[in-house]
């Protein structure tokens, strides 16, 4: 009698056995599916490829592409790139947004002011590599301290706002002419600015041959308003000789005034480009063939009486 129980409760254990082999090779079969339904695209960003696994639903990368359902249900990679790429622009459109509010100084798009120019022939020696390049940057006081800490230094080293570079030299000059206060922070040079506050472009040729100098203001050309570039054609400055940029041009004989203001309100942040505010470029550019100038006559000798001169000789 109990033969036969024992029997049937080996069948039964065997049977389980059977049922838990079987549950393990469904498992190892469903992993390798999943493993083989994965793929990588690369949708722009630097860094790992992103990966779409389509059994479990899941997305490694910026983003979880949108239509996947919880079951899981697979998109095709055309549909992600552009929902990828849509997420990106949505994205960078809040954060340029975004950057408008910060605070700091930038430049805004002023009153129309009186300045003429007129066209000249100049052929650039190298058609679009800089010979000399400079940078001034800006801020108010408070922004360029700022600075002086995240550089690790106690304060700017105070200076006029002004750089020079193989007798080229550039500054920021306020409405009268002045140079604007400045500092130094390693390796850049500030000016310190109020709002509201007119300034100007000052540049200076102090070299005996003709220069084109392609010229920025929070990244845009200060001729045509669009991202500054090498590419783009400037003013020429004569030998000896100095000019000055007072705005966006908007004719050949009226510009836009270069006024500091809020982010917010500068020109470049209205235009939905304030990622490069607060930064003024300079590039210069050498005639190809130039004929060099003399340089103008000095000063006349110093005539030491004049040092005794006298206001009231006969009291």
């Known amino acids: 009698m109990r033969r036969p129980a024992l029997y049937s409760a080996l069948r039964r254990l ?18 390798g599916s999943s493993k083989d339904k994965a793929y990588g695209s690369d949708l ?5 490829h992103p990966t779409y696994t389509e059994g479990e639903g899941s997305y490694s990368g910026p983003s979880a592409p949108a239509g996947a359902d919880a079951a899981g249900a697979s998109m095709p990679m055309e549909e992600a790139e552009a929902q990828y790429a849509d997420d990106s622009s949505r994205r960078a459109q809040m954060r340029e947004r975004d950057s408008v509010h910060r605070p700091g100084l930038g430049t805004a798009y002023g009153e129309q002011r009186y300045s003429t120019v007129r066209s000249v022939e100049f052929q650039r020696q190298h058609r679009n590599r800089p010979d000399v390049v400079m940078s001034l940057w800006y801020d108010d006081w408070a922004g360029v301290e700022a600075a002086a800490r995240r550089a690790g230094w106690r304060h700017p080293n105070w200076s006029g706002a ?3 570079n193989s007798g080229l030299s550039v500054s920021l000059q306020d409405e009268y002419g002045n140079t604007l206060s400045g500092g130094r922070v390693a390796e850049r040079q500030y000016a310190v600015g109020e709002p509201g506050s007119r300034y100007l472009l000052s540049v200076h040729n102090d070299t005996g041959q003709r220069y084109e100098v392609v010229a920025s203001v929070d990244g845009l050309d200060v001729i045509d308003g669009e991202p500054g570039s090498y590419k783009k054609r ?3 400055v004569e030998p000896w ?19 500091f203001s809020s982010i917010q309100d500068s020109y470049a942040g209205r235009k939905g480009k ?42």
Not at 44 to 48: A, F, I, S, V
Not at 283 to 307: G, K, L
Request: aromatic letters at 12%.
């Open 241 to 259: 000789s100095s000019l000055q940029i007072d705005g966006w041009r908007t004719s050949d004989a009226s510009v836009a005034a270069f006024r």
């Open 162 to 164: 002004a750089e020079q």
């Open 14 to 31: 065997r049977f389980a056995h059977l049922l838990a082999l079987l549950g393990i090779v469904a498992l190892s079969a469903c992993a």
């Open 44 to 48: 722009g960003q630097t860094g790992p």
């Open 234 to 236: 400037g003013y020429v």
């Open 274 to 315: 304030a990622r490069n505010v607060g930064v003024i470029g300079f590039a210069f550019f050498a005639e190809d063939a130039p004929r060099y100038a003399e340089p103008p006559p000095p000063y006349p000798v110093h005539d030491h009486r004049r040092d005794y001169a006298d206001p009231f000789p006969g009291r």
